[in-house]
């Protein structure tokens, strides 16, 4: 596809999109003031965020209705415009990261966790443990927020590393590789998810593309710079997860099997990228088969079977009683507040620059521009990356700036550009990032060994990521 010309399209369809959906409100500026509106109003968010510490919610909250205002919205027409973007991100996103948070907590407490990673070292010998570590980091992100997965993986890397006598670097690394690529690349993670909303992609095509993309980031990105890093950092193993009791090691009588565990894990993925086959081979087809794959794919049921089938399958292989289970479920939702806060609020700014016509001219100004559209996808997120130190917010903030851009773009075309932001939100973790002071702190390096490790990582599959969506724009 000609991107140039499918921006100009779009930029004249998302015109009138807005034209039409947001004539009640939309303001009579000029495209300097929106523009100003809008470079003043993200400023706001990063300074609130970085250096007045606010919450992202908050900061993002207090942006939105600034942009609106500055742009020319009256002051209530803004608030409505932010709560309108904010109920429908959650009515698409918050069901889906509920069911991600209950999945991931049951997959922890039933030992089925453990079971995937005593399962595959165990079949591992020393020289091939990084890839396994690497495939570990990978299966543990594909259902679990990076926060949960960071948590649940560091004991392992911790007991790995004084098993097999390896350095800590060389075992770390390429696992919080596959954690990461998985979080910023992979929906149903929070980032890609709101990208997908956002922009209007096809599920399953991103995650298919998703999956395509990861696998070669994470073996750059994690066995293969690990070799580079273990020589730049030499640090001792913790004296963490010393006795049977810190380690966890006999935390369950029984366990799920490993083939149970990983069933669970693939189910939503399979049933997705089914229904996208499906619909790729008979667009618009009636046949039985058909709807089924259609309803059995839909993102909130696939991922709502995955909750039940751990809430049967995990808690009988893992021995927990039903009180056991309603606790598990329970106490998955309250550390996801937060995010869910986030995705909303970011989807509420996304609505108010749509709202203003923002978007439009972005896209206007972009269509006239020879840079590549994913070039600049991924360049945005990374900028607000850096200055906020959140994947999240990099990501949700960048996918409404360019939703007018992606507005009639092929759908592979639209997957691509939301792995470009998923990437570019990876781009430079440094001090404002929570992730670089959990990494530093568990692994008790320095601040400058974490930038030698943790950073340069990051910065690795953010770049490597781009390439690989790049090149795929090139091939299909």
């Given at each position: 596809?000609?991107?140039?010309?499918?921006?100009?399209?779009?930029?004249?369809?998302?015109?009138?999109?807005?034209?039409?959906?947001?004539?009640?409100?939309?303001?009579?500026?000029?495209?300097?003031?929106?523009?100003?509106?809008?470079?003043?109003?993200?400023?706001?968010?990063?300074?609130?965020?970085?250096?007045?510490?606010?919450?992202?919610?908050?900061?993002?909250?207090?942006?939105?209705?600034?942009?609106?205002?500055?742009?020319?919205?009256?002051?209530?027409?803004?608030?409505?415009?932010?709560?309108?973007?904010?109920?429908?991100?959650?009515?698409?996103?918050?069901?889906?990261?509920?069911?991600?948070?209950?999945?991931?907590?049951?997959?922890?407490?039933?030992?089925?966790?453990?079971?995937?990673?005593?399962?595959?070292?165990?079949?591992?010998?020393?020289?091939?443990?990084?890839?396994?570590?690497?495939?570990?980091?990978?299966?543990?992100?594909?259902?679990?927020?990076?926060?949960?997965?960071?948590?649940?993986?560091?004991?392992?890397?911790?007991?790995?590393?004084?098993?097999?006598?390896?350095?800590?670097?060389?075992?770390?690394?390429?696992?919080?590789?596959?954690?990461?690529?998985?979080?910023?690349?992979?929906?149903?993670?929070?980032?890609?998810?709101?990208?997908?909303?956002?922009?209007?992609?096809?599920?399953?095509?991103?995650?298919?593309?998703?999956?395509?993309?990861?696998?070669?980031?994470?073996?750059?990105?994690?066995?293969?710079?690990?070799?580079?890093?273990?020589?730049?950092?030499?640090?001792?193993?913790?004296?963490?997860?010393?006795?049977?009791?810190?380690?966890?090691?006999?935390?369950?009588?029984?366990?799920?099997?490993?083939?149970?565990?990983?069933?669970?894990?693939?189910?939503?993925?399979?049933?997705?990228?089914?229904?996208?086959?499906?619909?790729?081979?008979?667009?618009?087809?009636?046949?039985?088969?058909?709807?089924?794959?259609?309803?059995?794919?839909?993102?909130?049921?696939?991922?709502g079977l995955a909750v039940i089938y751990a809430m049967i399958f995990f808690a009988r292989g893992g021995g927990m009683t039903r009180a056991a289970v309603s606790t598990s479920l329970s106490n998955s939702l309250p550390p996801i507040a937060g995010i869910l806060l986030i995705v909303g609020a970011?989807?509420?700014?996304?609505?108010?620059?749509?709202?203003?016509?923002?978007?439009?001219?972005?896209?206007?100004?972009?269509?006239?521009?020879?840079?590549?559209?994913?070039?600049?996808?991924?360049?945005?997120?990374?900028?607000?990356?850096?200055?906020?130190?959140?994947?999240?917010?990099?990501?949700?903030?960048?996918?409404g700036i360019l939703a007018p851009v992606a507005a009639t773009l092929g759908a592979t075309d639209v997957s691509l550009m939301v792995l470009a932001i998923g990437a570019g939100s990876l781009f430079l973790s440094h001090v404002n990032d929570a992730g670089f002071w959990l990494v530093k702190e568990?692994?008790?390096?320095?601040?400058?060994?974490?930038?030698?490790?943790?950073?340069?990582?990051?910065?690795?599959?953010?770049?490597?990521?781009?390439?690989?969506?790049l090149l795929l724009n090139i091939v299909i």
């Open positions: 596809m000609n991107l140039a010309l499918a921006v100009q399209t779009a930029t004249q369809s998302a015109a009138q999109l807005v034209v039409h959906a947001a004539d009640p409100i939309k303001p009579a500026s000029s495209d300097a003031q929106l523009i100003i509106a809008a470079v003043v109003g993200i400023a706001v968010i990063i300074t609130l965020i970085t250096w007045l510490r606010v919450h992202p919610f908050l900061a993002l909250a207090i942006g939105a209705v600034g942009v609106g205002v500055g742009a020319g919205l009256a002051p209530s027409a803004a608030v409505t415009s932010f709560s309108t973007g904010f109920g429908a991100t959650m009515a698409s996103v918050g069901i889906l990261v509920g069911f991600g948070a209950m999945f991931g907590k049951l997959l922890a407490d039933s030992g089925g966790a453990d079971r995937i990673v005593d399962s595959l070292v165990s079949r591992s010998t020393t020289r091939t443990l990084p890839w396994v570590m690497a495939l570990i980091g990978g299966l543990i992100g594909l259902p679990m927020f990076f926060e949960v997965g960071l948590v649940l993986l560091i004991p392992v890397i911790i007991l790995v590393a004084r098993r097999s006598g390896l350095s800590l670097i060389r075992i770390a690394i390429p696992a919080l590789a596959g954690l990461s690529v998985m979080h910023g690349l992979v929906p149903p993670h929070p980032g890609p998810l709101v990208a997908v909303t956002t922009l209007g992609a096809n599920l399953g095509l991103t995650l298919a593309i998703g999956v395509l993309i990861a696998i070669p980031t994470v073996i750059i990105a994690g066995p293969v710079f690990s070799k580079f890093a273990a020589r730049w950092v030499d640090v001792p193993v913790p004296a963490l997860f010393l006795t049977t009791a810190d380690t966890g090691e006999v935390t369950h009588t029984k366990r799920p099997s490993f083939f149970v565990t990983l069933c669970g894990i693939l189910l939503p993925v399979v049933l997705m990228l089914a229904r996208s086959i499906a619909d790729a081979l008979a667009p618009g087809s009636t046949a039985p088969l058909n709807a089924a794959l259609d309803f059995l794919g839909t993102p909130m049921i696939a991922l970011g989807g509420g700014f996304k609505q108010v620059l749509i709202d203003t016509g923002i978007g439009t001219v972005i896209a206007n100004a972009v269509a006239g521009s020879s840079v590549s559209i994913l070039l600049l996808a991924w360049f945005v997120a990374a900028l607000i990356r850096v200055a906020t130190g959140s994947a999240t917010v990099a990501t949700v903030t960048a996918a568990y692994l008790g390096t320095t601040v400058g060994q974490t930038l030698k490790t943790w950073t340069i990582m990051e910065c690795l599959i953010s770049v490597t990521g781009l390439a690989g969506v």
